[in-house]
């Protein structure tokens, strides 16, 4: 993990809400994994205070060297909007890589299915390309409220990755959630899957019920509000279950963001 | 800028010398492990571990932390691996720097602190022991030990009596009058205060109409405490001689220099870890730097040389 | 958004209804003639003038504030032009608002305060009167009335009997027990308890090694108070069912929101009018469209409905 | 006095420290009179969260009508330095005009001599042209730590006013006070003078005990850390005489910034 003052070197906007931004941080992006994250500034002062985590979207590559790295953010309250207005030239203090990673499928045979509803598609298409580099089929649904809403259809495409679209809306591919057309596709699956999501918590937890009912592997990458990023704070604890039997809290930023889905509790022990 | 010899940033906490007065408050390092990875902790003061209890304690459950404007709110529960594993697990990686190490603790019953404080007392790398008062006593019908002077007292003196080792008392705002708590910290055998703890605080999500925190209120930290914490150690310095520690919303050099000047020796760096996780390290050269621009040869200097204005 | 009749954001604070819930805190809008250059008075819900007292008082010498990371401190020293000459000079100009003015008054002893209201109680144009009790009480060793339930109770019975007017007291944060103090301006006699005024705080110029203020500390408002004045009324709402005012450190509607739905049935804007001056009759528009877009016909829906998480 | 949104106009540095933030405000720069301040945001959010006090430096003219001002800023601290970054196209929340204005001489024949230290300079070069129309004789002192602390020379030299400069440091001008040089002047004159002075307090008592052993009128103009720049929050006061031979308090955003000298007390009455 690097502290690192990282001068901004592109903005992009994908639509009137999400935006690109590419760093020039060569350190970072060779130890990135596909599903870590950064803790990134939205100022340089005590407004907003915390950094605010952001997956690592791609690695930029220059002569097939990683230099650089991007997020895709959302924006959504004031860090993100703060974010939205940052141009090429102004420094950002980032932290990172920081948390785990999405590991392939433990089985070489097995296709990989990525699940993901909105900004959650951030973490996946760098996941993808390694999928594919690793020999595994590879297929990706993605979810969201509105065509605005569906991201990373094009980085998909570009892998040659196939791409099934749901929107809760109906504006753009399937009118409807995301995890009845998953399902839809695993009734006429018959090989070795592994899941893979990302994205709002009901979305996840209805993964995972179709992955569970079907013995298949799932990892999830979960949110959190996090004040650290590197595990000091246990602000961003998950409960999860333990060697022992019980549980334990997990942090999602350490021991996170992605998990085995087999070791959440998706219900709070103490309910 | 003359050239001179490097300013000696020693101070002493009492009996314990540090090699400087930046050290890292409890709850915002962990034990340590990680920001190891960003700060050489052999550069800094001290580190004071997150707190800890007789028992492996699981915390509150989420959500812990809230946003505020120039601030946020925990409420993690003290969760913490229990003494015995701090002891095994986490002291030996510890003792690897040359920086003070102070362990933190806590305790719902006198009887807890006594005995933290005991097995503590045995860890070689622990050089001092820093009382989180700031928790209810669930004996005395969950008031805080650290709003009542009696039993701070009490507390503070079967710590005291279990280890010879420094025993600092942290003393939480929230309290009419805290010149009071300090002196009966004093009288219970402290060799130093430590001010302050966070401060009460609550948030709300208008949609949801919830509070934000899953305990409904936390202890509020960060930039938006710094005068508060000022106020109050100008409070407790008036009420007691004992060397105190600065604690509340550090986040540059000068705050670090005002804190000493109204009477701090040492200070520590909470939630700014967070948000700036090299900012321990670089306020000590920066505080070296102030220092040889300002001919300070001895930060002993500095310490309590708040001009008061005349009376008028 | 649906094309809605306006929402309704009348209030009552006890007997006296408000056409909205915003109103300009004491001291940060003076007797309201050059704010009225800004913000038409008559879209707010009222205006407190700055705290009254029997005689002229002169203030404190300059330096009279001081900026923090968030927030401000003052120490004005409580500079007015004393009862009379508002009556005879200030009341005029305000009485030509459509809005309630209220009265914030002080005195060094229990029958300052008690005169100053019986003053008021004659003066047309003065719908409520609001205590502030964060002085400190002269014939009682100079500890604050508001920090001394017994005094505290004194003073309101006193005002109370003094006059007819709603009588609203002000509460002082920096108190170890807040519930306990809003029982003692209930039982008092109190009609709303405004909640809250500025905490104690200090800043230190570290070059000259002076304090910022010439009273060395001084009253600390603004947005870093925010979350322990919602605390402070969430304690406070709990501990009696008065009508509550909120305040501190409100610069959002999020902010106006959330005061209310932990239990106010107003606010008062303070330190926000010196930095964004036109805040308070803009959040009134945005109040309104608040409610239109949540469908929300009358504001009583809101005071106090938080949503308390279940225990586990 | 208006509470405005502006849009910045351009931004132009005079060397290292100061520089000039001129924006269009045909209303503000139609009520603004020499002397006067505004209150300008340093940032959108809490920190700083004051707003700066600055006096008009210079009204913006286009086809001889007023449309614009300009503030002429040193960066000394935390909102000045904000202010230093600021760009063309910024937009910065701004009251004013504020307070009261230079008068010119009660003697329509009197000489005007403007004594001025660093960036008390700013409101001068405005108060030199209405002095120059209304028909005074008009002459500058300038004093600064170093030739980067004497502004406004140029300013002058445009008017035709006649211009005296004096360094701490020599740098630049006469070596030592300019005061001294003030002295100096005023030994040689005969006519009637009337002084106007802005800068560091210690140079505007020096001056202003000049002035009084010569019986000559001086009006000063003041600085104070300001919360509201309006009167109402009581931050900025200075002890002036009062109409019962006693004492009060004024309000430096009010009844100043500029104020008639003899009226103000220099030591405050309690020591
Ligand atoms: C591991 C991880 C990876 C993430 N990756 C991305 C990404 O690639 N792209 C993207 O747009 N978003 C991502 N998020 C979510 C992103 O961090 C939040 O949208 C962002 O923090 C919101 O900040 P704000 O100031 O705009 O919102 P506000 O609502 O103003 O934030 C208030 C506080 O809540 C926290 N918060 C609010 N929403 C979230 C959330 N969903 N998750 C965590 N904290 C939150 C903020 O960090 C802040 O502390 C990720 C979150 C995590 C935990
Ligand atoms: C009526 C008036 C007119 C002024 N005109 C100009 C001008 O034309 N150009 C210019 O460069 N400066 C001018 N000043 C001074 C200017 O306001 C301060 O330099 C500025 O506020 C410093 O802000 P800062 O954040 O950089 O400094 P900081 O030291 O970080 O400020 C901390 C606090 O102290 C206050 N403060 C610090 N110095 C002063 C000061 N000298 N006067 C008032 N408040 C101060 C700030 O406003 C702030 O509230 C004027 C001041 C007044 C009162
Ligand atoms: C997340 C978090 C956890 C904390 N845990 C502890 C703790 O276990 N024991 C303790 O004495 N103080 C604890 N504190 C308080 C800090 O040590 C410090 O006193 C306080 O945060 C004020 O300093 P700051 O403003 O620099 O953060 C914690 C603070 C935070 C923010
Ligand atoms: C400069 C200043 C003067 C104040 N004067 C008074 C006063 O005379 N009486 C009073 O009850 N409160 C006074 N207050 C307190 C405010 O009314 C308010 O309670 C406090 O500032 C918290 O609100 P805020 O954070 O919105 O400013 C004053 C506050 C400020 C900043
Ligand atoms: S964010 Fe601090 S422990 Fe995870
Ligand atoms: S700055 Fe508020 S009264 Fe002058």
Redesign the interface.
């Known amino acids: 993990m690097f502290e690192k003052r990282l001068t901004l070197d592109a903005v992009r906007f994908l639509n009137s809400r999400c935006f690109v931004l590419a760093f020039h941080a060569p350190e970072i992006a060779r130890a990135a994994r596909p599903g870590q994250f950064l803790m990134l500034a939205a100022s340089d002062g005590i407004e907003p205070l915390l950094r605010r985590p952001m997956a690592v979207y791609q690695i930029l590559e220059s002569s097939g060297e990683p230099v650089g790295f991007s997020v895709l953010v959302e924006r959504t309250g004031k860090g993100t909007t703060l974010m939205s207005k940052m141009q090429a030239g102004d420094e950002v203090a980032v932290l990172g890589p920081l948390g785990s990673s999405f590991a392939p499928p433990g089985d070489a045979t097995a296709e990989a299915v990525l699940v993901m509803g909105g900004v959650g598609a951030a973490p996946f298409p760098l996941f993808a390309r390694a999928l594919l580099e690793a020999g595994h089929t590879t297929r990706a649904f993605i979810g969201g409220r509105t065509s605005e809403h569906l991201l990373c259809a094009e980085d998909f495409a570009a892998l040659g990755v196939p791409v099934t679209q749901a929107t809760d809306d109906g504006s753009a591919g399937h009118h409807g959630l995301v995890t009845a057309a998953l399902t839809e596709y695993l009734s006429g699956c018959d090989g070795p899957v592994a899941i893979y999501s990302c994205g709002p918590t009901p979305m996840m937890r209805a993964v995972d019920s179709i992955a569970s009912a079907r013995g298949l592997p799932h990892q999830v990458s979960l949110e959190a509000p996090m004040a650290c990023g590197i595990g000091v704070c246990l602000s961003c604890v998950v409960p999860a279950v333990d060697e022992a039997g019980g549980w334990r809290y997990r942090r999602i930023c350490r021991e996170g963001p992605v998990f085995d889905a087999s070791t959440l509790l998706w219900e709070h022990p103490d309910d | 800028m003359t050239e001179r010899r490097p300013a000696d940033l020693g101070v002493d906490v009492g009996s314990l010398r540090l090699k400087n007065p930046i050290m890292l408050a409890s709850?915002?390092?962990?034990y340590g492990?990680?920001?190891g990875?960003?700060v050489d902790l052999s550069e800094l003061g001290g580190i004071v571990v997150?707190g800890l209890s007789l028992e492996p304690v699981?915390?509150n459950?989420?959500?812990?932390?809230?946003?505020?404007?120039?601030?946020?709110?925990?409420s993690?529960g003290l969760?913490n691996v229990g003494v015995e594993a701090f002891v095994r697990d986490k002291l030996p990686n510890l003792r690897r720097y040359d920086t003070r190490v102070i362990a933190n603790i806590w305790g719902k019953t006198v009887q807890d602190y006594a005995a933290v404080a005991a097995r503590l007392d045995q860890a070689e790398g622990v050089h001092a022991l820093e009382l989180n008062v700031s928790c209810p006593n669930i004996k005395e019908g969950g008031i805080s030990f650290g709003?009542d002077p009696k039993q701070l007292h009490e507390v503070t003196a079967a710590a005291r009596a279990a280890t010879s080792k420094p025993l600092w008392v942290k003393l939480a705002p929230?309290?009419?009058d805290i010149g009071l708590i300090a002196r009966a910290a004093e009288e219970g055998g402290a060799d130093a205060l430590s001010a302050i703890n966070t401060?009460?605080?609550?948030?709300?999500n208008?949609e949801?109409?919830?509070?934000m925190l899953?305990t409904?209120?936390g202890g509020?930290s960060?930039?938006?405490?710094?005068?508060?914490a000022?106020?109050l150690l100008?409070e407790i310095r008036k009420a007691t001689p004992l060397p105190l520690i600065g604690i509340g919303?550090i986040?540059e050099l000068?705050h670090v220099?005002?804190f000493m000047?109204?009477g701090a020796c040492a200070v520590q760096i909470g939630?700014a870890?967070?948000?700036?996780?090299?900012f321990s390290s670089r306020v000590v050269d920066e505080l070296a730097q102030w220092c040889r621009n300002h001919e300070i040869d001895s930060l002993a200097e500095l310490v309590g040389?708040?001009?008061?204005?005349?009376q008028?």
Chains 1, 4 share one sequence.
């Open positions: 709850g915002t390092v962990g492990e990680e920001i990875e960003l997150k699981t915390g459950r989420p959500q812990r932390i809230a946003e505020t404007p120039g601030g946020m709110l925990n993690i969760q709003t929230g309290v009419t401060i009460r605080g609550m948030m709300v208008v949801s109409r919830a509070p899953s409904v209120f509020y960060g930039p938006g405490l710094l005068p508060i000022l106020y100008f919303g986040n000068e220099l005002q000047i109204v939630t870890n967070f948000y700036d996780p090299t040389s708040l001009r008061l204005p005349r008028g």
